[in-house]
């Protein structure tokens, strides 16, 4: 029994001693680096005094670093292996990926802009859904009036222009004008000449020549032609900026505004001829009609405007009876 003691104890101490042998070789390249790195610190900070390691010393630091190094990458072969780690992907997960993670996403459909130009607003609106597309309309002229009435107006101009690939869903921009206006431009691609002289209220009569175009004709009285009380216009009241080329701005600056009741026609901006662009304000430029002279008596003089009597008693009633007791009842 005691020898089986003893056996027991010289293996337990075998044991240590081989772990202890382990851990201290584990721990070697770590102390040699460690130490020899300290002498030649040591080296260096003490250079020039009595104090400083000698140079056989420094060199055994040095050579302890070197195979320190040496016996650390051999013992620890993952610390300075230059390899990328590499994940594994367990089966099990490949097997419960959701199918949608893995299916390509598809292309949203494309559609083709219809073409609506000329149609009135509710059966663009049709022929727009029809092409699973959505839109907005906004007046084409200087005018930016809100749109009520949609049976009132025609699609002048579409952007995207028709048969542009646009996404299902998309919004189209509609530009439109009332009724009469997009009548009048689509048959008037250049500007028609006006008959000088016409009375300018006759010219958007429903024989006119500007017939529809009512409140795009803007009138102004030719240069050199205009009265000493015409007005200047203020020429965008309440407008909004960009729907009207400042060249267009540009070509009436300076004119005085004109009275539809007493003007005669001159000329036009753009001139006879000339391209006009759907929607734009057509200006008219016009002179003073001829006024009419003033009743003349039997010499020659004017007549006077006689005067009623103005006052509160009641010489201005001519109630007969007791309520007008004055001599003109």
């Known amino acids: 029994m005691a020898q089986s003691g003893t056996t027991k104890n010289g293996a337990a101490k075998l044991a240590i001693l081989l772990v202890g042998l382990a851990v201290a070789l584990l721990l070697l390249p770590v102390a040699g680096v460690g130490w020899g790195l300290w002498v030649i610190g040591t080296a260096i900070a003490r250079r020039g005094t009595d104090r400083a390691p000698g140079s056989g010393r420094v060199a055994l630091g040095a050579l302890s670093v070197v195979a320190s190094i040496c016996l650390g990458a051999a013992l620890y072969p993952a610390v300075f292996a230059d390899?990328?780690?590499?994940?594994?992907?367990?089966?099990?997960?490949?097997?419960?990926?959701?199918?949608?993670?893995?299916?390509?996403?598809?292309?949203?459909?494309?559609?083709?802009?219809p073409d609506v130009v000329g149609q009135t607003l509710p059966s663009a609106d049709n022929a727009i859904r029809a092409a699973e597309l959505?839109?907005?309309?906004?007046?084409?002229?200087?005018?930016?009036?809100?749109?009520?009435?949609?049976?009132?107006?025609?699609?002048?101009?579409?952007?995207?222009?028709?048969?542009?690939?646009?996404?299902?869903?998309?919004?189209?921009?509609?530009?439109?004008?009332?009724?009469?206006?997009?009548?009048?431009?689509?048959?008037?691609?250049?500007?028609?000449?006006?008959?000088?002289?016409?009375?300018a209220d006759e010219l958007t009569d429903d024989d006119g020549p500007l017939a529809g175009l009512r409140e795009l004709v803007l009138l102004r009285y030719a240069k050199g032609k205009a009265p000493e009380d015409a007005l200047t216009p203020d020429e965008h009241p309440g407008l909004?900026?960009?729907?009207?080329?400042?060249?267009?701005?540009?070509?009436?600056?300076?004119?005085?505004?004109?009275?539809?009741?007493?003007?005669?026609?001159?000329?036009?901006?753009?001139?006879?001829?000339?391209?006009?662009?759907?929607?734009?304000?057509?200006?008219?430029?016009?002179?003073?009609?001829?006024?009419?002279?003033?009743?003349?008596?039997?010499?020659?003089?004017?007549?006077?405007?006689?005067?009623?009597?103005?006052?509160?008693?009641?010489?201005?009633?001519?109630?007969?009876?007791?309520?007008?007791?004055?001599?003109?009842?």
């Open 240 to 329: 909004r900026d960009g729907f009207e080329p400042a060249d267009e701005l540009a070509a009436r600056a300076g004119l005085k505004d004109a009275y539809w009741f007493d003007s005669k026609v001159v000329g036009s901006i753009p001139a006879a001829g000339q391209e006009v662009r759907p929607g734009r304000f057509v200006v008219v430029t016009v002179e003073r009609g001829k006024q009419p002279d003033p009743p003349t008596g039997s010499d020659g003089g004017s007549v006077p405007i006689p005067r009623l009597p103005d006052n509160d008693d009641d010489d201005d009633v001519n109630i007969p009876g007791w309520l007008c007791p004055t001599r003109f009842c």
């Open 83 to 113: 390899r990328p780690p590499t994940t594994t992907v367990p089966a099990f997960a490949l097997a419960t990926t959701p199918p949608a993670v893995l299916r390509t996403a598809q292309p949203a459909p494309v559609v083709v802009v």
């Open 134 to 199: 959505r839109s907005e309309s906004a007046d084409a002229s200087p005018l930016a009036r809100n749109i009520f009435a949609r049976g009132n107006w025609t699609v002048i101009a579409t952007n995207p222009p028709a048969g542009t690939s646009v996404p299902a869903k998309r919004s189209l921009s509609l530009l439109v004008l009332k009724n009469g206006e997009a009548a009048w431009f689509a048959a008037h691609p250049t500007m028609p000449k006006l008959r000088k002289g016409m009375p």
